[in-house]
């Protein structure tokens, strides 16, 4: 014990029971909380040195112990001894591992919508993130590099490539050109929507109602599937109006602009 309170000492510490004192002793911890600037407290039965870290008393040292390591801001403060676990512990809501030797890290949340910002990469292979589905099919999405160009997906293009096939899905080119790679176009139902369906005439016209109103009136086309006969179509930013013949049925294909 007399060493450390030699070393206190030395560190400019004034021992007393005074109300300034930077040093007072007592039979046991003090807990709970507390003012930070207040005097340590040395307990000369456990040997033990408290202070106030953060607004709540805690023991920082005790006899033949000395005082505990700082963390080091180095890794941001979070108690951890590698940049990794650092990152790890810094992943609020989520699981950060480092892989391959720090090019590669796997962002684990259960958040409805976890968001993850990726900057880097060099001229010849731009940043990427790699995304698993609860189906078990992985995706890269991100930017290609110029030894990265597939096809129509140029450098600086923005992509998606499906592991499993080989293939890439979907890019949009830096002049903002967009490319449907080797896929189909699919509203996802059975049932008419805004981009494609079929009408059925009636006393020769037929309306549908956009699901949304358009700045700008869509372009649509539309056919007749029952005969050869003509159609024609109006557009309004709300409506979809066909005209031909009788009780004709009528395909319809609309692309929205704005």
Do not use: E
Request: hydrophobic letters at 35%.
């Amino acid at each position: 014990m007399k060493y450390v309170v030699l070393m206190l000492a030395m560190a400019g510490f004034v021992c007393g029971q005074s109300s300034n004192a930077r040093l007072r002793f007592s039979p046991t911890d003090p807990s709970g909380s507390c003012s930070n600037g207040t005097a340590m407290v040395w307990n000369w039965n456990s040997g033990s040195l408290s202070g106030c870290v953060s607004g709540t008393w805690g023991v920082v040292a005790t006899s033949g112990g000395g005082i505990a390591t700082p963390v080091s801001i180095a890794n941001g403060g979070t108690g951890q001894t590698t940049a990794s676990a650092a990152l790890n512990a810094l992943a609020a809501g989520g699981t950060l591992t480092n892989n391959a030797a720090g090019q590669q890290f796997t962002f684990t949340s259960t958040a409805n919508s976890p968001t993850v910002t990726i900057t880097g990469g060099s001229a010849s292979a731009g940043p990427q993130l790699q995304i698993v589905n609860s189906a078990s099919k992985t995706y890269d999405i991100g930017t290609l590099g110029s030894g990265q160009a597939v096809g129509a997906a140029t450098a600086g293009s923005f992509f998606i490539y499906d592991q499993g096939a080989a293939t890439m899905r979907f890019s949009i080119d830096i002049n903002g050109k967009t490319y449907i790679h080797g896929a189909s176009i699919n509203t996802g139902t059975a049932s008419n929507t805004d981009l494609a369906g079929t009408l059925t005439l009636v006393g020769g016209t037929i309306t549908r109602t956009f699901s949304k109103s358009y700045t700008s009136a869509p372009i649509c086309v539309a056919t007749d599937t029952t005969a050869t006969n003509a159609v024609q179509t109006s557009v309004t930013t709300t409506v979809l109006t066909i005209n031909g013949t009788s009780t004709d049925a009528v395909s319809y294909i609309c692309m929205g602009r704005n």
